[in-house]
């Protein structure tokens, strides 16, 4: 098989607006379009004063609590709006060009756009090892037949 899909367990996830900072929970702030990590989380730039916090299932009131200690103007628990999504192997990129417009071959690891997969809105993170994907809940049975439909000519 040279594309591998795999369903991750349900994980914590925060929008953080800021006005200011370098760090967030000990990491260093990504700039546009990428994606730092760290401490067991990954923090994600959304917008110019927006971020997501991606970390383990069951973390919410814990990072609530230490980034409304750093001052974030304000934290949102969003971690049942979204569906992670891990896609690797040497064709992963290959089967996203069948319904994303961003050129996944020159997207150095670390970047993080949020863009649309087959008419879907995903939050779209590139890996040394393959990609994760964010889709919205409600979005997610469709995305999973296009996913299958997409892959199969690179499944043996």
Do not use: K
């Amino acid at each position: 098989m040279t594309v591998e899909a795999v369903d991750e367990p349900f994980r914590t996830q925060l929008t953080v607006r800021l006005r200011r900072g370098g760090t967030l929970l000990g990491v260093e702030l990504p700039g546009p379009c990428r994606f730092t990590g760290g401490n067991g989380v990954d923090l994600l730039w959304l917008g110019p004063d927006e971020y997501l916090v991606l970390a383990g299932p069951g973390r919410q009131a814990e990072l609530e609590g230490a980034l409304s200690r750093e001052g974030a103007l304000a934290v949102v628990d969003v971690s049942a709006q979204r569906n992670v999504f891990r896609l690797t192997g040497s064709h992963a990129a290959d089967v996203l060009a069948h319904g994303c417009s961003i050129d996944l071959e020159t997207a150095p690891p670390g970047t993080c756009v949020q863009t649309l997969l087959a008419r879907t809105g995903i939050v779209l993170m590139v890996r040394e090892d393959g990609f994760t994907i964010l889709v919205r809940q409600s979005f997610w049975d469709y995305f999973r037949a296009w996913l299958a439909d997409a892959s199969l000519e690179y499944v043996s």
